[in-house]
């Protein structure tokens, strides 16, 4: 079956500073997605970005970026230049391409931005 | 605009009382599910649907029932709610394609006391 695993509960980081939240998974399947979300205190969940397994570049989406390193499985979450607003749960997630919907989420890392 | 909806968006009941969330989307997405957030465990799928009348379990499925009849409505129920079922409960669509994004509810918290 396929794992997601963040091993970072929780991460710290200045305002305009960058930090990488980590996400490693497991799958045997060659196709595959991986999906970044932000949970803010209120609750919602927010798409952040996404990388197929396929892709030949790493996705980019604004201030998020996506270091994707296949063959170490692991799908980290660049955030440069860090702003407040950036404080929250950010959940990672694996999707199979099984033709429909089957995500699987990490545990997530709680993010807090300091002044 | 476009928009899963959930309701309630709280919810507090009594151990046994039925009860149902419900969760409507106006994208016309064929694919819906139902995931719940514990601290530390992350998301969890209870159920999903691929289409109108096409339901399958998730990881968690114990305790829960969903229907699909109408293509925008997917509700969640829990029979005789029991107190480990409190939780923060979301409801997510998406077109079929798994490299579509999940577009997901508002999220109802759940007490069972």
């Known amino acids: 079956a396929q794992k997601i695993t963040q091993t970072q509960p929780g991460m710290f980081v200045q305002e305009k500073e960058a930090v990488t939240l980590d996400c490693t998974y497991d799958t045997s399947d060659p196709s595959y997605g991986l999906f970044w979300y932000k949970q803010p205190s209120s609750g919602e969940m927010i798409f952040l970005i996404y990388?197929?397994?396929?892709?030949?570049q790493n996705a980019t989406e604004g201030r998020y970026s996506l270091n994707f390193q296949k063959a170490r499985k692991s799908a980290n979450l660049v955030i440069s230049a860090s702003q407040l607003g950036d404080s929250a749960m950010y959940f990672c997630a694996l999707n199979m391409n099984t033709g429909f919907q089957k995500l699987v989420f990490g545990t997530g890392t709680r993010l807090l931005v300091s002044p | 605009e476009a928009q899963v909806t959930q309701n309630p968006r709280y919810l507090i009941t009594v151990t046994g009382k039925k009860l149902t969330v419900t969760c409507s989307q106006n994208m016309n997405h064929e694919y819906m599910s139902w995931y719940r957030q514990d601290p530390g465990l992350g998301l969890r799928q209870i159920y999903y649907s691929m289409n109108v009348e096409v339901t399958d379990k998730g990881d968690v499925p114990e305790g829960y029932k969903v229907s699909r009849k109408e293509k925008r409505n997917f509700p969640l129920i829990l029979e005789s709610p029991s107190p480990n079922q409190t939780s923060l409960y979301f409801c997510a669509s998406s077109n079929r394609d798994s490299n579509e994004k999940l577009f997901f509810g508002s999220g109802t918290q759940l007490s069972v006391l």
């Open positions: 990388q197929g397994s396929y892709d030949q």
